[in-house]
T-cell receptor
Framework: DAGVIQSPRHEVTEMGQEVTLRCKPI?????LFWYRQTMMRGLELLIY????????DSGMPEDRFSAKMPNASFSTLKIQPSEPRDSAVYFC?????????????FGDGTRLSIL | GDSVTQMEGPVTLSEEAFLTINCTYT??????LFWYVQYPGEGLQLLLK?????DKGSNKGFEATYRKETTSFHLEKGSVQVSDSAVYFC???????????FGKGTSLLVTP
C-alpha cells in the first residue's frame, strides 16, 4: 500500500519566494495533519483537516502560511513570502478518524531551506 | 494542557545492551499513548501504542506499559542492535482530541 506521499523531498529557495509543499494522504483516510519539525521546538502541529475541512489552524505561525485541501487526496501548505526562520522539515500525516487509538501515518517530509 | 516529557538524549549504547527511554505525561482524562521512531531522512513511524491503563504495547522487541499511577510510558528493549539507531518520540492523544502531543524526541545511537 502506498503511504503518505510528500513532495518535494528537498526545497532550497531564497527568502521572499513563495514555497508550496504538497501531500497525498493514504487512500481512505479522512484526516490530514501538517507538522513542522525543528531542533528548537520539536514537532509542532500546524493545521488539521477532517473531511477536507480545516478544523484547527491555531498552530499556523502567521498569515504568511496557508493550507488547502481541495479534495480527499491532495493538500498543500504554502508559505508566501518565505523567511529564513521557516527553514525546517515539514511533515504531512493522515489517519482514518473514528477511533481514538488510530495512529497517524507520516510522510517522509519536505526539508525546506530558506536562504 | 496535555504534555509529554522525555529524557534528554543522545543515548549511546553498545550493541546488545538494555535500553530504557523514559516518558512521562500530563493529561486530563484517559489518553492513548504512542511511541514513534524516526530513522535518518525519514518520517515518523508508529512503533507501538497502548490505549488504556496497564496495557502493554510491543513491537520489534520494544515494549512499553501504560502506567496510570505514575503517568509514565517508558520504552524498553532487552538487547539493542545497531539498526535501532534512530530518534524515538513519545506521544499522547487525549480521549476527545485528534492531535498528537509529542515529546521532544530522544536520539539513540547503538555502536557495534
Amino acid at each position: 500500500d502506498a503511504g503518505v506521499i510528500q513532495s518535494p523531498r528537498h526545497e532550497v529557495t531564497e527568502m521572499g519566494q513563495e514555497v508550496t509543499l504538497r501531500c497525498k494522504p493514504i487512500s481512505g483516510h479522512n484526516s490530514l495533519f501538517w507538522y513542522r519539525q525543528t531542533m528548537m521546538r520539536g514537532l509542532e502541529l500546524l493545521i488539521y483537516f477532517n473531511n477536507n475541512v480545516p478544523i484547527d489552524d491555531s498552530g499556523m505561525p502567521e498569515d504568511r502560511f496557508s493550507a488547502k485541501m481541495p479534495n480527499a487526496s491532495f493538500s498543500t501548505l504554502k508559505i508566501q513570502p518565505s523567511e529564513p526562520r521557516d527553514s525546517a522539515v515539514y511533515f504531512c500525516a493522515s489517519t482514518k478518524e473514528g477511533a481514538r487509538n488510530q495512529p497517524q501515518h507520516f510522510g517522509d517530509g519536505t526539508r525546506l531551506s530558506i536562504l | 494542557g496535555d504534555s509529554v516529557t522525555q529524557m534528554e538524549g543522545p543515548v549511546t549504547l553498545s550493541e546488545e545492551a538494555f535500553l530504557t527511554i523514559n516518558c512521562t505525561y500530563t493529561a486530563t482524562g484517559y489518553p492513548s499513548l504512542f511511541w514513534y521512531v524516526q530513522y535518518p531522512g525519514e518520517g515518523l513511524q508508529l512503533l507501538l501504542k497502548a490505549t488504556k491503563a496497564d496495557d502493554k504495547g510491543s513491537n520489534k522487541g520494544f515494549e512499553a506499559t501504560y502506567r496510570k499511577e505514575t503517568t509514565s510510558f517508558h520504552l524498553e528493549k532487552g538487547s539493542v542492535q545497531v539498526s535501532d539507531s534512530a530518534v524515538y518520540f513519545c506521544a499522547l492523544r487525549d480521549g476527545s482530541g485528534y492531535a498528537l502531543n509529542f515529546g521532544k524526541g530522544t536520539s539513540l545511537l547503538v555502536t557495534p
